[in-house]
């Protein structure tokens, strides 16, 4: 009788989500990004205002039953334009990250894999990149751009991508000197079959756990953008604009709900992903294999 094949051992990916299942930071963090996302994709069916429905005898009114996070000075509702702000701001980090994960994986990658020539071509692109002033270049590409939410997706993912590239070619350096990548190029392989068949592959882990973290990142970039007038524009709300609608010396000491959910919304968005991103990063660390 032939002998039992033994049972597989996990692969690198379910072991890692494994490690993240044990960290309760990074659950604490999933379950709260979890409730949020569910409150802000839900909240037309359960709450019966609409961000930019005006209630002129309302105006300013304090949180309670009927508005439960209060209005502003014009009488919208306080807690649907969180809700629907949270939604842009969501929806700009999302998109803007992938577009730069994507760039900053194409870059690297070739970079890495296209030989010398197209290394220094890129290497020199990216050095450039990240010479320029982030604050002024982010500035400037905003006032070309102009204001909305595909504008803001633009210029975020144009500044984002950078370090990815160069975490992306550090690890590609090394893994095309291994053997099987060699063979693959003395067989004829082309740069498309090194970036998606080996490339990609090998580099998944530095694309989570940037992902996870630019996410974060780009809520905050795109908070600052609308907070100075250069992101969503009113009446759309974004946590940053309705933060910006807020900065008057009146509203911070007479109304601070008005800020003061917007504001809570952003903090606890951005400490959320930042503790999944710190889990993934933990449960990534090929160290993490050793303890």
């Given at each position: 009788m032939l002998a039992r094949n033994p049972a597989r051992s996990p692969g690198p990916i379910v072991r890692s989500l494994h490690r993240f299942l044990l960290n309760r930071t990074g659950l604490l963090g999933l379950c709260m990004i979890a409730l949020m996302i569910a409150a802000?994709?839900?909240?037309?069916?359960?709450?019966?205002?609409?961000?930019?429905?005006?209630?002129?005898i309302a105006m300013n009114a304090q949180p309670g039953p009927t508005h439960w996070f209060g209005t502003d000075g014009v009488g919208r509702d306080i807690l649907a334009r969180v809700l629907d702000g949270g939604r842009i701001s969501l929806l700009v980090a999302l998109t803007s990250t992938v577009i730069s994960a994507i760039i900053g994986f194409l870059i690297g990658a070739v970079s890495a894999l296209a030989g010398r020539?197209?290394?220094?071509?890129?290497?020199?692109f990216v050095d450039l990149v990240m010479t320029l002033p982030p604050v002024i270049f982010l500035l400037v590409l905003a006032s070309i751009a102009?204001?909305?939410i595909w504008p803001t997706v633009f210029v975020i993912s144009l500044l984002s991508w950078p370090l990815l590239a160069r975490m992306v070619r550090s690890r590609l350096l090394e893994l095309r000197e291994r053997d099987f990548v060699m063979a693959a190029r003395g067989m004829g392989a082309g740069l498309p079959h090194l970036l998606f068949r080996?490339?990609?592959?090998?580099?998944?882990?530095?694309?989570?756990?940037?992902?996870t973290l630019q996410i974060a990142n780009a809520?905050?970039?795109?908070?600052?953008?609308?907070?100075?007038?250069?992101?969503?524009?009113?009446?759309?709300?974004?946590?940053?604009?309705?933060?910006?609608?807020?900065?008057?010396?009146a509203v911070l000491e007479q109304y601070p709900w008005q800020w003061l959910f917007p504001g809570g919304f952003l903090v606890l968005a951005v400490l959320a992903i930042n503790f999944i991103g710190?889990?993934?990063?933990?449960?990534?660390?090929?160290?993490?294999?050793?303890?």
């Amino acid at each position: 009788m032939l002998a039992r094949n033994p049972a597989r051992s996990p692969g690198p990916i379910v072991r890692s989500l494994h490690r993240f299942l044990l960290n309760r930071t990074g659950l604490l963090g999933l379950c709260m990004i979890a409730l949020m996302i569910a409150a802000i994709l839900s909240y037309p069916l359960w709450w019966s205002f609409k961000p930019n429905d005006i209630d002129l005898i309302a105006m300013n009114a304090q949180p309670g039953p009927t508005h439960w996070f209060g209005t502003d000075g014009v009488g919208r509702d306080i807690l649907a334009r969180v809700l629907d702000g949270g939604r842009i701001s969501l929806l700009v980090a999302l998109t803007s990250t992938v577009i730069s994960a994507i760039i900053g994986f194409l870059i690297g990658a070739v970079s890495a894999l296209a030989g010398r020539f197209a290394d220094a071509v890129t290497m020199r692109f990216v050095d450039l990149v990240m010479t320029l002033p982030p604050v002024i270049f982010l500035l400037v590409l905003a006032s070309i751009a102009g204001t909305g939410i595909w504008p803001t997706v633009f210029v975020i993912s144009l500044l984002s991508w950078p370090l990815l590239a160069r975490m992306v070619r550090s690890r590609l350096l090394e893994l095309r000197e291994r053997d099987f990548v060699m063979a693959a190029r003395g067989m004829g392989a082309g740069l498309p079959h090194l970036l998606f068949r080996h490339g990609l592959p090998n580099s998944i882990d530095i694309l989570v756990v940037f992902a996870t973290l630019q996410i974060a990142n780009a809520i905050l970039l795109e908070a600052g953008l609308s907070f100075l007038g250069l992101g969503i524009a009113p009446p759309a709300a974004s946590w940053g604009n309705m933060l910006n609608a807020a900065r008057s010396t009146a509203v911070l000491e007479q109304y601070p709900w008005q800020w003061l959910f917007p504001g809570g919304f952003l903090v606890l968005a951005v400490l959320a992903i930042n503790f999944i991103g710190d889990g993934l990063r933990d449960a990534f660390d090929p160290r993490a294999e050793l303890n």
